[in-house]
Nanobody, 111 residues
Framework: QVQLVESGGGLVQPGGSLRLSCAASGSIFSINTMGWYRQAPGKQRELVAS???????NYADSVKGRFTISRDNAKNTVYLQMNSLKPEDTGVYYC?????WGKGTLVTVSS
C-alpha cells in the first residue's frame, strides 16, 4: 500500500509563493511518474504538473513559467514550487502516484 501525504498549503497573497511537498511511503516512488493535481471549488480536478522517474516534466498551460515540480527519490518526496500565485490558483492540491492519492492540502490565494 502506498501512502501519500501532502503539506505546505496555506493562505498567501496574490503574487506570493508557496512550496508544497508530498512524502510517499512504499518502494514504487522512484520508478513512477508523480503528479500534482488541484481542485477548485465547483470545478473538476485537473492536472497541474507531473514528473517522470527520469525527470521529464509536464505542466498545465495555466502554470507554465510560475510553478516548478521536482522530486527527490532518496527522500521519496515530490515538490511543487509555486510562484506568482493568482487567486485562480486557489484549490485543494493533491499528490498522485499511479492510482494512489493523498488527502490534499488547501491553497488559498487572496488579499
Amino acid at each position: 500500500q502506498v501512502q501519500l501525504v501532502e503539506s505546505g498549503g496555506g493562505l498567501v497573497q496574490p503574487g506570493g509563493s508557496l512550496r508544497l511537498s508530498c512524502a510517499a511511503s512504499g518502494s514504487i516512488f522512484s520508478i513512477n511518474t508523480m503528479g500534482w493535481y488541484r481542485q477548485a471549488p465547483g470545478k473538476q480536478r485537473e492536472l497541474v504538473a507531473s514528473i517522470t522517474s527520469g525527470g521529464t516534466k509536464n505542466y498545465a498551460d495555466s502554470v507554465k513559467g510560475r510553478f516548478t515540480i521536482s522530486r527527490d527519490n532518496a527522500k521519496n518526496t515530490v515538490y511543487l514550487q509555486m510562484n506568482s500565485l493568482k487567486p485562480e490558483d486557489t484549490g485543494v492540491y493533491y499528490c498522485n502516484c499511479i492510482v494512489f492519492w493523498g488527502k490534499g492540502t488547501l491553497v488559498t490565494v487572496s488579499s
